[in-house]
């Protein structure tokens, strides 16, 4: 199985966040990826490629062009306000001043005006701490995941029997949203490879390879193109992340051509949304399932139950997507720090997962891109990532 990974992910390290009323060390390490890549390495079934560089055009068919040219330059803006170097954080957030009452345009005129506006603006909490390289690794991070839909889809063009494919990312992305960055996410890589598989034809990806540098000045600059596809193509997104993936969520609302499914810990952050009457709204109606798990009572065996039920349920058989994409977070493990189910302590139960992505009758046959999301017991992540991956690998 090919593994896209670029060091350039290694770049974004926070030294601390805030969170449950305490500073503690940040945990979305960039110790979590060499983890994972040294377990790869060290085993021969899959093969690390290098990302490609497909511009800003795929992240902009997701996210707001205002959000993105916040992501850009923020933390150049926060040190000449002459602000700590080593931390960048939001001090209010926007939501009070955003109760439709004053015009959203007036609310974002005024909060561009300052960089502790901005953060207000586009954060939400205080895991989202820009340092200086956090654009460069969240670039990465997206370039990782679009270069992973392309070969996914040159594997789908000329019939290739391995047609699943591991995008490697940090930061993760399912807590990012439109223009808002959340949770250690900042660009929701799982939405945007969504995006580029259904706005993108085959040749419209050859078109907008380019090899990957990254260089700020000429990200700037850059002219972009988009993609022509007519068809949309419908995509299955599979969350097995521990926590909601809102971003995502919210993304995909009113659209029925991605269906959304998320198992994950419930009540626990993002702590206001997740909840299984969130059925999606307008044409989105009935694409968008949640299933929330007690993080105290859940087994393995309750875990699979509720995979494999959501997995061969009618309306997501029915749903007959095209490609699955799987947010593969691994902070479900009983032992991770942040998160975790008290009762999935089987190393088994990520084959089984694995397994069922393979055979389920949703997603039975189909190409799966795995895009790595959340996951923070730093020594087990290899081993959790490549029992997930194991069935699929032959
Ligand atoms: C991608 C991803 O997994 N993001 C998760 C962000 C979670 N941040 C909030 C964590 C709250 C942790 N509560 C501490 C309980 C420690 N026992
Ligand atoms: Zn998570």
Known sequence: MQVVYSDDELLHNPLNEMTGGEWKPY?????????????????PE????????????????????????????????????GKPAEACLGETFSLPAMTGKIDPEVVRKTANKSASGKMGYYTCDLSVCFVKNTWRATYASAQVAISAAHRLTEAIVT??????????CRPPGHHSSHQMAAGYCFVNNAAVVTRFLQNYTFEDMNKAKKPYGFDLEAIRKQEFSTGTATENKKILIVD?????????????????????????GFPDYPYFTGSA??????????YNINIPLDPKTTTDAIYLDNLERVLNQQSVVDFEADVV??????????????????????????????SLIKTSASCNGRPVLFVQEGGYTIEKLGDLAGSVLQVLLF
């Open 159 to 168: 019939k290739d029997k391995s047609q699943s494919i591991y995008a490697l």
């Open 240 to 264: 097995i992340d521990y926590h909601h993936g809102n971003g995502t969520q919210d993304i995909f609302y009113d659209d029925s051509s991605v269906f959304y499914v998320s198992l994950h």
């Open 277 to 286: 009457e969130e059925t999606g709204r307008g044409e989105g109606i009935g």
């Open 325 to 354: 994409v799987v947010s593969m977070g691994l902070d479900t493990w009983h032992e991770d720090p942040i998160a975790g189910m008290k009762g999935l302590v089987d190393m088994n139960t990520y084959r089984k997962m694995g």
């Open 46 to 81: 899959f093969e690390v490629v290098d990302p490609n560089d497909y511009s800003l055009g795929p992240i902009l068919d997701v996210h707001r062009q205002d959000y993105v040219c916040f992501l850009q330059s923020i933390y150049e803006e926060w040190v000449a306000e």
């Open 27 to 43: 945990v979305e390490s960039p110790k979590r990826l060499v983890s994972i890549k040294n377990f790869i390495d060290r085993h």
